[in-house]
């Protein structure tokens, strides 16, 4: 109250200040989700997706057919739960499966099949992500010319694929008990961003670096290792995830089933933590990155040789070292009693748009491979850009719709994404986030690119138009709304 102003009027200014605080905590009661230290409950499982006869390979333009199985490709399921009492809280079942993607449809029909055997859980609350190995069975029909016979087809392998997940998926929630959560982190140089740019301007995945026009490489790189573990109540570590800036593809042009170096990752944590060790393996936003070795190559080569490693073994021994450097903490507190608050929201991305000039490359691009039925993966590729600008010009393009999966538990936080998201975004959800370590899991859908401007303005496969549904706003749309959920999740007086 001043010294001039009625009393009356000094009780109104403090009674519709009283009504706008509680206002305003109404509506963050609304937009914040109750948030209170819960008992854990964890079930995991393991099954194998390993075909038992040859299928076309993902990952390549051209058709590969596998000729051997150089490693199982399997699918790890963590099932959390949090309850109060007798009462459950929320949530999760996560899903990590060696495949190239999550092909649309795929997690619709696990949905269907699980939810008349788990009525008691939410199916929504279920994600699948991929590993990105690009030796694993092709799953959409149409895309490579292949043989009549002696090859499962891929409608066969995603009816195989679907009915294994779901065993898995329904195991792992039937089997939760109590347990604890720990996290970590920890250090590896695994992905390389694989764009090089030259003084021109332009970029190129692979482009050579030792040419006197090479300028640099276009992005940063994320060397990071993000790891949760997961004990039962006897504090038996049961399973772990490891969330990496880079996909699992060493071994991406080769012609056997491999889930590349997740193999002899799980085989090195098994030999010492237990044969049933459930093994996550999560891709970061890496759209632009690769273990493929970018420069300083014959120096990388001689070390790995005079210490008698395959190079999956060097990128394996490098994860284990760093998950271990991060179980040395984690273990120290692991957390029985956790908050975990699963959100789940579809959101809206604009696709990026088809120019004239694109049209025309592309259309003489399908010309020269059209002769050639190897290529067919590639001339349906291109002809989605044409599609696409004919939509554009009839004003039928639609955005994309995309399930956002944000899950906070305890300190951490999981949000997911269905892109090869360039590295550069999930820097930035990484440092801008409340949450003590941020775990960005791609790949859990169907797996286009999302470039960066910097990206389409070098142009090259992974930022042209053919390679990309959603462009750089988009990305930058998915990054600040995924900020959005996350922050919602860690109320401002913690």
């Known amino acids: 109250m001043t010294k001039h102003e009625p009393p009356e009027r000094g009780s109104i200014r403090m009674r519709g200040l009283s009504i706008g605080i509680l206002k305003t905590l109404v509506v963050l009661l609304m937009v914040t989700p109750m948030l209170q230290a819960s008992e854990i409950h964890i079930g995991t499982a393991i099954t194998s997706i390993t075909p038992d006869q040859p299928v076309a390979l993902s990952g390549q333009m051209r058709t590969r057919i596998s000729e051997r199985v150089a490693s199982p490709v399997t699918a790890n399921v963590v099932a959390l739960e949090s309850r109060e009492g007798e009462d459950s809280l929320d949530a999760a079942i996560m899903v990590a499966c060696d495949l190239v993607a999550i092909r649309v449809g795929i ?3 696990v949905r269907e099949r699980i939810q008349p055997r788990l009525p008691d859980f939410d199916s ?18 149409g895309l490579y010319e292949l043989p009549a016979e002696g090859v499962m087809l891929p409608d066969a392998y995603v009816e195989f694929l679907v009915d294994r997940v779901t065993e898995a998926v329904v195991e792992a929630w039937n089997s939760r008990k109590p347990g604890s959560v720990g996290w970590g982190l920890g250090h590896a140089v695994l992905g390389h961003n694989r764009r090089a740019v030259y003084d021109d301007g332009h970029a190129q995945m692979y482009g050579r670096t030792h040419l ?4 640099g490489i276009e992005g940063p790189e994320d060397n990071g290792v993000e790891v949760l573990f997961f004990w039962n109540d006897q504090q038996q570590l049961i399973a772990t995830a490891i969330n990496v800036a880079c996909p699992s593809q060493e071994v991406e042009s080769k012609n056997g089933l491999d889930a590349d170096f997740w193999h002899p990752v799980r085989e090195s944590l098994r030999a010492t933590y237990g044969e ?3 093994v996550l ?18 120096a990388e080569e001689r070390m790995r040789k005079l210490r008698s490693l395959s190079r999956l073994e060097e990128l394996s021994r490098r994860i284990v070292l760093a998950w271990e450097e991060a179980y040395a903490g984690a273990k120290q507190e692991p957390h029985r009693s956790l908050p975990l608050v699963h959100k789940v929201e579809t959101i809206e991305l604009p696709r990026r748009e088809v120019t004239q000039g694109e049209v025309s490359e592309t259309t003489i691009e399908i010309e020269n491979y059209s002769q050639d039925p190897t290529y067919r993966r590639r001339v349906i590729w291109l002809q989605e850009v044409l599609d696409r600008y004919e939509q554009q010009q009839a004003g039928t393009v639609e955005p994309l719709l995309m399930e956002l999966h944000v899950i906070r538990l305890g300190d951490i936080v999981i949000a997911t994404n269905p892109f090869e998201l360039f590295t550069e975004f999930g820097i930035q959800m990484k440092s801008r986030s409340p949450a003590l370590q941020t775990f960005v899991i791609q790949l859990a859908g169907p797996g286009t690119y999302v470039p960066t401007a910097e990206a389409v303005r070098g142009g090259g496969y992974s930022a042209i138009v053919a390679s990309n549904e959603v462009g750089p706003e988009g990305g930058q749309l998915l ?10 999740l860690w109320p401002s007086a913690e």
Not at 281 to 298: C, V
Not at 479 to 488: A, Q
């Open 276 to 278: 049933q060790l459930v």
């Open 281 to 298: 393996g999560w891709t970061g936003a890496a759209g632009d990155q690769s273990p493929h070795l970018m420069f300083r190559k014959r």
């Open 124 to 141: 929504s609350k279920l994600f699948l992500s991929a590993t990105h190995t690009h030796t694993a069975p092709v799953m959409t029909e």
């Open 107 to 109: 997690l619709d029909k």
């Open 212 to 215: 006197s026009n090479f300028r």
């Open 479 to 488: 990054t600040e709304k995924t900020l959005d959920l996350i922050t919602n």
